[in-house]
T-cell receptor, first 114, second 113 residues
Framework: AQSVTQPDIHITVSEGASLELRCNYS??????LFWYVQSPGQGLQLLLK??????LVQGIKGFEAEFKRSQSSFNLRKPSVHWSDAAEYFC????????????FGDGTTLTVKP | NAGVTQTPKFQVLKTGQSMTLQCAQD?????MSWYRQDPGMGLRLIHY???????DQGEVPNGYNVSRSTTEDFPLRLLSAAPSQTSVYFC????????????FGQGTRLTVV
C-alpha cells in the first residue's frame, strides 16, 4: 500500500528565510511524486512533480524538490520565503499503475512572520 | 478553459437528506476522483473513475455513490446524509499520460446538521 508522511504539521519561518518541508513516502514501484499548495478556501494547485529523470525538480513560485530514493523522501525547498507563501502544502504519491489515484499526506501549514 | 468545475460551493443538509455534488471537467481527462478533506487528515479518496462507465471505490466510499456516464461529468451522491459527512469535498481530474498530475476544483463545503 502506498502512503505519505509529512512529519511537520505546522512550520513558522520569517520572511526571507529559507524553507524546507519534509515528505516521506512508501510505494512499491517507481513513484510519481507531487507537491501541491492550497490557499485558504481554495483548491489545490500543483507546485511541482517528479516521475523520472533529474532528481532535482523545479516548480512554480521558486520552489524546488529533490527525490531521494534511498531515503524515500521528496522534500520541498525554497531559498527565500515570501509572505504570500503562507498556505498549506501537501505531498502526494502516485504511480502509472494506479490509474491516477494519488495518496496525500496530512499537510503542513506554513506561517510566514514579517 | 474552465478546468474542473464543482457545484455548489456551499451546502447545508439535514441528517437523512440526499443530494448530488456536481463535477465537470473540460480537459478531456480520462481519470476523475472525489476526495474529502478534513482538518489534520489531508485528502482521502472516496471514489474514482478511469473512464466513462468505469468507477471504483477509494479509501472511504461508505455513504457515497458515483457514476460516470460521460468523460466530462463525475457526480457524487450522498444517499442519506450524516453529520460525519460534514467536510470539504474536492473533485479532481488527471490525464493518463505518464506523471499526469491532478487538477482540482474549488471544493464544496458541506455541513450536515
Amino acid at each position: 500500500a502506498q502512503s505519505v508522511t509529512q512529519p511537520d504539521i505546522h512550520i513558522t519561518v520569517s520572511e526571507g528565510a529559507s524553507l524546507e518541508l519534509r515528505c516521506n513516502y512508501s510505494y512499491g514501484a517507481t513513484p510519481y511524486l507531487f507537491w501541491y499548495v492550497q490557499s485558504p478556501g481554495q483548491g489545490l494547485q500543483l507546485l511541482l512533480k517528479y516521475f523520472s529523470g533529474d532528481t532535482l525538480v523545479q516548480g512554480i513560485k521558486g520552489f524546488e524538490a529533490e527525490f531521494k530514493r534511498s531515503q524515500s523522501s521528496f522534500n520541498l525547498r525554497k531559498p527565500s520565503v515570501h509572505w504570500s507563501d503562507a498556505a498549506e502544502y501537501f505531498c502526494a504519491v502516485g504511480g502509472n499503475t494506479n490509474a491516477g489515484k494519488s495518496t496525500f499526506g496530512d499537510g503542513t501549514t506554513l506561517t510566514v512572520k514579517p | 478553459n474552465a478546468g474542473v468545475t464543482q457545484t455548489p460551493k456551499f451546502q447545508v443538509l439535514k441528517t437523512g437528506q440526499s443530494m448530488t455534488l456536481q463535477c465537470a471537467q473540460d480537459m478531456n481527462h480520462e481519470y476523475m476522483s472525489w476526495y474529502r478533506q478534513d482538518p489534520g487528515m489531508g485528502l482521502r479518496l472516496i471514489h474514482y473513475s478511469v473512464g466513462a462507465g468505469i468507477t471504483d471505490q477509494g479509501e472511504v466510499p461508505n455513504g457515497y455513490n458515483v457514476s460516470r456516464s460521460t468523460t466530462e461529468d463525475f457526480p457524487l451522491r450522498l444517499l442519506s446524509a450524516a453529520p460525519s459527512q460534514t467536510s470539504v469535498y474536492f473533485c479532481a481530474s488527471s490525464s493518463d499520460e505518464q506523471g499526469g498530475e491532478a487538477f482540482f476544483g474549488q471544493g464544496t463545503r458541506l455541513t450536515v446538521v
